[in-house]
């Protein structure tokens, strides 16, 4: 039989990383989840161990940070975090540092949330910065690297985005339209991302995966 694991979770007061926390508080899979957050989450169980941090001084937690899984969903948007500049420093440079410190750590698997149409060679800033941190977490000694890539999340957020929130409606109404060539900009709900992120990492499996939009349309 083998021996629970533990897991370690960023970015779980989001969208996706909300619904990850809870599956793999429920997973058997696992018998610790540390959660890493700027801010303590308004939630308590037996399995969970919080760490609050300065994502700009990660190194100093890294002897907390610990596990053989790590989901990361962090990530923001360019008006949300106020400039190109501190949206890179959120989706790249927070993601890698936490991806450098687990590897070093001796983690098993990275998992993280990155975009449809992520390229480092990108005209589209967003899809570059996501492109240059896949790249730069596919190079780190894990045993396996998961890049899941959805399409527009659906699902409540906390904060409201009013132009995601519109699209997310249209998404709704005309989601019909998304078939066969089109399926893989279908919006996907956050949940759904979560679940093709813990069953993947139930594979146990090693290299560099990609996991795009529509594959994971099956978890819905």
């Given amino acids: 039989m083998v021996s629970p694991k533990a897991a370690l979770i960023a970015g779980a007061s989001g969208l996706v990383g909300s619904h990850c926390l809870q599956l793999l508080l429920h997973s058997p899979r696992y018998s610790k989840v540390i959660a890493v957050g700027r801010k303590k989450l308004d939630i308590s169980h037996p399995k969970l161990q919080q760490i609050i941090v300065d994502f700009d001084d990660l190194g100093k937690h890294r002897h907390s940070l610990i596990a053989d899984d790590v989901y990361c969903c962090l990530g923001t948007t360019i008006k949300q975090a106020g400039s190109k500049e501190n949206f890179r420093k959120v989706d790249y ?68 985005r009013f132009g995601e929130k519109a699209a997310e409606v249209f998404m709704k109404g005309a989601g019909f339209l998304f078939n066969g060539p089109l399926r893989k900009y279908k919006g996907i709900p956050a949940k759904s991302v ?18 795009p939009n529509e594959q994971m349309q099956q978890f819905a």
């Fill in 93 to 160: 440079t927070y993601v890698v540092n936490l991806a450098k410190i687990t590897a070093a750590h001796f983690a098993a698997q990275f998992l993280v949330v990155s975009a449809l149409g992520a390229d480092a060679d990108s005209r589209i800033f967003y899809n570059q910065v996501k492109g240059e941190m896949e790249e730069a977490v596919k190079k780190l000694p894990f045993t396996a690297v998961h890049i899941f890539q959805p399409s527009l999340l659906l699902g409540e957020r906390q904060e409201v």
């Fill in 194 to 211: 979560a679940k093709a992120m813990l069953e993947a990492a139930k594979q146990d499996g090693g290299g560099v995966l990609v996991h």
